[in-house]
């Protein structure tokens, strides 16, 4: 059986992005003890790479190249933000490095890099750590099978062989 919509996909991959100098930096990876499961075709993955595994079969091995656009978008230069230090009065202060959760006044929760402290405020990175870098994956297709009809309600796999709990 060959990958489209409506199998699920287990596949192993490594990813790696682009410093500066061009050379290859390792994000993460996902070998055949910790597989990546999902339901191909539900959105759940980026569209350009479940494009690239689009007929793909068990045993094939596949390598490509997404560009920022086609992963996790550009960096945002507008997503940067200088939050008041006395935000941090009874938390504590952040360090450089750390990701804080944040809440706007709608409810939305989000993630921050924390970028710098300042005397009177912190700076913070609000994109996505990935963003504004291409994104090279490289792995194997382990099994490929039909949904059960129960996945197809859900939504998503259950499992390598469809009787994982959730
Ligand atoms: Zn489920």
Redesign the pocket.
């Known amino acids: 059986m060959s990958i489209k919509p409506n199998t699920v996909v287990s596949l192993t991959y490594e990813l790696h992005t682009t410093n500066e100098e061009g050379q290859q930096v390792f994000v993460e990876k996902a070998d055949e003890q910790n597989a990546l499961v999902f339901l191909y075709g539900t959105g759940m993955m980026l569209p350009k790479f479940e494009e690239h595994l689009a007929g793909l079969n068990v045993g094939d091995e596949y390598g490509f190249e997404l560009t920022a656009a086609d992963g996790y978008g550009e960096l945002d230069p507008g997503a940067f933000a200088d939050l008041p230090i006395d935000m941090f009065k009874e938390a504590g202060l952040p360090a450089v490095g750390d990701v804080i959760p944040l809440q706007d006044n709608q409810g939305n929760h989000f993630r921050a890099g924390v970028t710098a402290i300042h005397e009177t405020a912190v700076s913070v990175d609000l994109n996505h750590p990935m963003a504004g870098k291409n994104l090279i994956f490289a792995g194997k297709i382990l099994t490929v099978r039909e949904a059960t009809q129960?996945?197809l309600s859900?939504g998503?796999a259950?499992g390598a062989d469809g009787h994982e709990g959730?």
Do not use: I
Request: charged letters at 35%; hydrophobic letters at 0%.
């Open positions: 129960e996945e859900h998503h259950h959730h």
